[in-house]
């Protein structure tokens, strides 16, 4: 919404919730101010006491007109639309304007959003409620200087309420401050100052794609010194400032056809996942699907798959060092590194990089059962675009593996968020395969270690008849894959086990490349294995459809949505699209009052039109898992005072299978490294113990 000439990051039906919060408060507050006053009222006749009377009157008087003030927002934030306005017809008010680049627009926003008729006097009240901060700043300032004043010699309970009182306006007044900044969107005057300076909306295509070029530049800044702000504790260089404008930039682009406020993205996840579970719930035709069976090839591969991915998961896992493993051991894992933390590693070990109290060393002897002699190079080495990763020998299954870390620094996250796309050619075997830009450096330095500096020569000087395997959880899991491509034309016998990777990671070509040697691990919903730029573009008009298409107040569906997810029960029946209803019947577009979306934007036009949203030009190259990917799903989970008892599932999937992000509460959990190890040590386990109780000559294959 629009207020004092600019945009601002809230729309006008997001104070039910905060206000409601601060009316509570004052109404408590009033409420306790005039209970002491009526039973302290005889003791303020005192040296002082006339003044603390006023103080006293005034301020009632002041909190009497901020409640009512509140009380107006609140009534007035959630009034719903009168019926019949349309998201659809509020996109036109952009029709009048020459786009000089499609899809990009909303950078250029009209001067001001029209507000629903029942809500139009919303900014008028947020202008009282503003203005009333003056005097309560004023009367703050006189309290304190009264209660402070040594000369008023009258009853302690008094003054402590009112010190109380003056410290509460001031916890008010601080956390309005820090309220206005969170919600202020800086290029919200830009925007309003290149249209207003223009009326006719008509400009000259030179003039509109130098201003259009300026406000690109300065969304670019914006997101640029955004970063800077959160990466404000780490050491920056070249490398972190080319990796700034890449993010920003790519921040910049993702967000440039929509004027979504963060309160719309939730109430859209909250929809989302409701219609999700609805759409789970209801009944399926049966699937042909081949489970493990005695004389199924396919479900002997895969038993045995999932036996080497729960054996090599460990090493993916002790990448992490000490955090992970004080996370799963929180009793006895202390006391374990602190006993073997004095130790003095071999020479052979060689390690480098920072390890204080050599804690993440033991941390991975621990993790793995290995000794300090099956360690060939071990690297804690951590900047952008280069992650730890350690190379040990397996005598159990007879490899070498090169293990690499996952996202755990800020460094990490800026690899991770370099999403651009790069090309990357194999000699005599594909040519300008697309990948993951950062994770591809990360890869590249990874290898360079591994070949230039001798890493694996020495490896398999010791251990020559031993295999290359590489694997590697999340980032880890990334970047374990584009090394593998690097390295399968040296290493023709080379496998690779990806657990939890990045989902925007391989273009189809390559991705099929990989499935003869790489073998990727998914469990249940995980969000980073189904995140691509393309998932993120799907994911966007999907919110903005069914944000669009909702005809229910932003704080019902909020509420409902903390309900559902925190108890459960049934779905909320909302009208979508995608059920069937008219959207002319709609009585009120949650975004009503918005200029939700650019004219010729490809979210404008997956709302505006009839076509789906997945059928809309494509912004970002499509990107997939690597390798032949095992899927694990939770068939159900029996729950227990303090404990679960789960039972999983696995099977062979297809990369098409996570071409969605799916909303859940366990959309992170399922990306965990000891969640992802306890599923598979659960199946191998099963797996062993079905193996051992088959009955002889019973040869029956199981099809669901």
């Known amino acids: 919404m629009v207020i004092f000439g600019r945009r601002w990051a809230i729309g006008s039906d997001d104070f039910v919730f905060p206000e409601a919060f601060e009316l509570f408060i004052r109404v408590s507050w009033w409420i306790g101010i005039l209970v002491l006053y009526s039973m302290h009222k005889a003791q303020l006749d005192c040296p002082g006491g006339r003044l603390l009377h006023s103080y006293i009157l005034v301020l009632l008087v002041l909190l009497a007109a901020i409640i009512g003030t509140l009380s107006a927002i609140v009534y007035i934030s959630m009034q719903e639309a009168a019926p019949g306005i349309s998201a659809s017809l509020s996109l036109e008010r952009l029709d009048g304007i020459d786009t000089p680049a499609a899809g990009d627009l909303s950078l250029i926003m009209p001067p ?54 003056v410290i ?24 309003t100052l290149y249209l207003s300076g223009c009326p006719s909306r008509n400009l000259e295509s030179s003039q509109s794609d130098q201003l259009f070029y300026n406000v690109k530049k300065t969304a670019t800044r914006v997101w640029e010194k955004r970063i800077r702000l959160l990466c404000c504790c780490i050491v920056q260089n070249d490398d972190h400032r080319v990796a700034f404008t890449s993010i920003a930039e790519l921040f910049r682009d993702y967000f440039s056809d929509t004027d979504l406020v963060p309160s719309d993205v939730a109430a859209g996840l909250t929809l989302l996942h409701q219609e999700q579970d609805k759409v789970e719930n209801c009944p399926k035709e049966p699937e042909e699907g081949l489970t493990r069976s005695p004389l199924s090839p396919v479900a002997d591969d895969l038993d045995a798959e999932i036996e080497n991915a729960a054996h ?36 052979e070990a ?110 398999f000087t010791i251990a020559p008849e031993y295999k290359l395997v590489v694997v590697g959880h999340s980032l880890g899991g990334g970047t374990a894959s584009i090394l593998a491509i690097m390295l399968r034309n040296a290493f ?48 966007k008009r999907r919110i903005i459809r069914i944000v669009a298409n909702c005809n229910r107040p932003k704080y019902q569906i909020l509420l409902h949505g903390c309900w559902y997810e925190v108890f459960g029960g049934d779905p909320d029946n909302f009208p979508t699209e995608l059920d ?58 029996t729950r227990r005072w303090c404990t679960s008892d789960v039972k999983y599932s696995a099977s062979w999937s297809k990369e098409t299978a996570f071409g969605n992000i799916l909303i859940s509460p366990k959309m992170i959990t399922d990306h965990m490294p000891d969640i992802v ?12 113990s079905c193996i051992s109780c088959q009955p002889p000559g019973d040869f029956g294959t199981n099809i669901v």
Not at 372 to 389: K, M
Not at 499 to 519: E, H, M, R
């Open 580 to 637: 069937g209803r008219r959207q002319d019947a709609l009585s009120q577009p949650l975004l009503a009052e918005e200029s939700l979306l650019s004219r010729q934007s490809p979210s404008y036009t997956s709302l505006a039109g009839d076509e789906s949203p997945l059928r809309s030009p494509p912004r970002y190259p499509p990107l997939f898992l690597p390798g032949r990917i095992i899927h694990i799903t939770e068939e159900n989970s």
């Open 350 to 459: 060689d390690i480098v990089g920072s390890d204080h109290l050599n804690l993440h060393f033991g941390s991975i002897l621990q993790i793995t059962g290995l000794q300090y002699r099956d360690f060939i190079h071990v690297s804690f080495h951590n900047r952008i675009f280069e992650i730890p990763f350690f190379v040990a020998l397996d005598h159990k299954k007879e490899a070498i593996v090169v293990a690499v870390r996952g996202t755990l620094s800020f460094e990490d996250i800026l690899t991770d968020l370099s999403a651009d796309c790069e090309t990357i050619t194999l000699e005599d075997i594909l040519e300008n395969g697309l990948v993951h830009k950062g994770i591809t450096q990360a890869a590249n330095y990874i290898y360079r270690r591994l070949i230039n500096d001798g890493i694996l020569n020495q490896a």
């Open 112 to 165: 001001r959003s029209s507000l629903p008729q029942c809500r139009k006097s919303l900014p008028k009240l947020l202008y009282l409620r503003l203005a009333l901060y003056l005097p309560e700043l004023i009367w703050a300032i006189v309290g304190a200087i009264w209660v402070s004043d040594r000369n008023i010699d009258c009853d302690r309970t008094v003054i402590n309420t009112i010190l109380g009182t």
């Open 492 to 539: 023709p016998t080379l496998r690779c086990y990806a657990f939890s990777p990045p989902g925007g990671l391989l273009s189809k070509s390559l991705a099929d490349y990989t499935k003869q040697f790489i073998v990727s691990v998914i469990v249940g919903k995980d969000v980073v294995s189904r995140l691509s730029m393309a998932n993120m573009e799907d994911l």
């Open 677 to 688: 190890l306890k599923a598979l040590n659960s199946l191998a386990e099963e797996s062993v």
């Open 168 to 191: 509460a306006s001031w916890i008010i007044i601080v956390f309005t401050i820090v309220a206005v900044v969170v919600v202020f969107d800086p290029l919200g005057g830009k925007k």
């Open 312 to 347: 090599y998961m460990k090493f993916a896992t002790a990448t992490y060092g000490w955090p992970y493993y004080i996370m799963t051991n929180p009793f006895t894992g202390p006391c374990k590194l602190r006993s073997g933390c004095c130790r003095n590693s071999p020479v």
